[in-house]
Nanobody, 120 residues
Framework: QVQVVESGGGLVQAGGSLRLSCAAS????????VNWYRQAPGKEREFVAR????????DYGDSVKGRFTISRDNAQNTVYLQMNSLKPEDTAIYYC?????????????WGQGTQVTVSS
């Protein structure tokens, strides 16, 4: 099993920055990629960014391209989401999801989420 724990959320003014962390533990060698999602009140969960665990492959959702950067520290088993030029519409609970593979089966592990609030 893999456990993921998000941290770094908080309240920030529009135009400001935050850095979220997703710390993984357990069977981390089984991780394929780590993803960030977010969910605002009354809205569906939205893909934010993804980074491969074993390469530099990264993807971003259209709404965050050019403002958010995902990175990885394998030694710390941690993925970061640097969020710049924040907008009120970025307000949401941000979740980390680790996709793993073990004995041919793929399993997703989700964190509990961290709240990001951007004031105008």
């Amino acid at each position: 099993q893999v456990q993921v724990v998000e941290s770094g959320g908080g309240l920030v003014q529009a135009g400001g920055s935050l850095r979220l962390s997703c710390a993984a533990s357990g069977r981390t060698l089984s991780i394929v990629n780590v993803n960030w999602y977010r969910q605002a009140p009354g809205k569906e969960r939205e893909f934010v960014a993804r980074i491969s665990w074993g390469s530099d492959s990264r993807d971003y959702g259209d709404s965050v391209k050019g403002r958010f950067t995902i990175s990885r520290d394998n030694a710390q088993n941690t993925v970061y989401l640097q969020m710049n030029s924040l907008k009120p519409e970025d307000t949401a609970i941000y979740y980390c999801r680790a996709l793993t593979t073990y004995l041919g089966a793929q399993v997703n592990y989700w964190g509990q989420g961290t709240q990001v609030t951007v004031s105008s």
